[in-house]
């Protein structure tokens, strides 16, 4: 399954996360924003290259991860759990897609990819149903400052 999601990214976060949730975003900590993620059960935001602009999400879902692409300037991945329905949003703040994924348990990628292009910045988010589950930078730039532990939760941003 492939699709192209375009959107408009706001506070610097694309944010992943199960459409039936009450409270989608997550609150971000120091931490969180050094290591480039917040994520909690249902809920993952991925800092952005760029405070706000114009964003083209490629998203597929795949059997095994390949790769990290060579384009790539930031590359994160964490678990994900698609509910039954597949009902799960992709989007900021200030815009969210809605898509419909297979359900069940996945290793989600974020590929933050260079350069941007004309539709505005590129990522790649890639959904592989056949790999344990993991939290791990792949690829950090300048931005980043990944400690020796990944914090891995987050609490709901207020509503």
């Given at each position: 399954?492939?699709?192209?999601?375009?959107?408009?990214?706001?506070?610097?976060?694309?944010?992943?996360f199960v459409s039936?949730?009450?409270?989608?975003?997550?609150e971000w900590t120091?931490?969180?924003?050094?290591?480039?993620?917040?994520?909690?059960?249902?809920?993952?935001?991925?800092?952005?290259?760029?405070?706000?602009?114009?964003?083209?999400?490629?998203?597929?879902?795949?059997?095994?991860?390949?790769?990290?692409?060579?384009?790539?300037?930031?590359?994160?991945?964490?678990?994900?759990?698609?509910?039954?329905?597949?009902?799960?949003?992709?989007?900021?703040?200030?815009?969210?897609?809605?898509?419909?994924?297979?359900?069940?348990?996945?290793?989600?990628?974020?590929?933050?990819?260079?350069?941007?292009?004309?539709?505005?910045?590129?990522?790649?988010?890639?959904?592989?149903?056949?790999?344990?589950?993991?939290?791990?930078?792949?690829?950090a730039d300048a931005?980043?400052?990944?400690?020796?532990?990944?914090?891995?939760?987050?609490?709901?941003?207020?509503?």
């Amino acid at each position: 399954m492939e699709a192209t999601v375009a959107l408009d990214v706001s506070h610097a976060q694309l944010a992943v996360f199960v459409s039936s949730l009450k409270q989608p975003f997550n609150e971000w900590t120091d931490r969180h924003v050094g290591q480039g993620f917040a994520w909690r059960p249902g809920s993952v935001s991925f800092r952005t290259l760029v405070e706000a602009s114009a964003h083209v999400v490629e998203v597929s879902v795949v059997d095994r991860m390949g790769p990290i692409r060579d384009d790539a300037i930031r590359a994160i991945e964490v678990p994900f759990d698609v509910p039954l329905d597949g009902a799960v949003d992709i989007g900021s703040i200030a815009e969210t897609v809605p898509v419909s994924l297979p359900a069940g348990a996945f290793l989600l990628r974020c590929e933050f990819l260079h350069p941007p292009g004309t539709e505005g910045e590129r990522v790649a988010m890639t959904f592989a149903k056949g790999e344990a589950a993991r939290f791990a930078v792949r690829r950090a730039d300048a931005e980043l400052r990944v400690g020796d532990e990944l914090l891995t939760h987050a609490d709901p941003a207020p509503g």
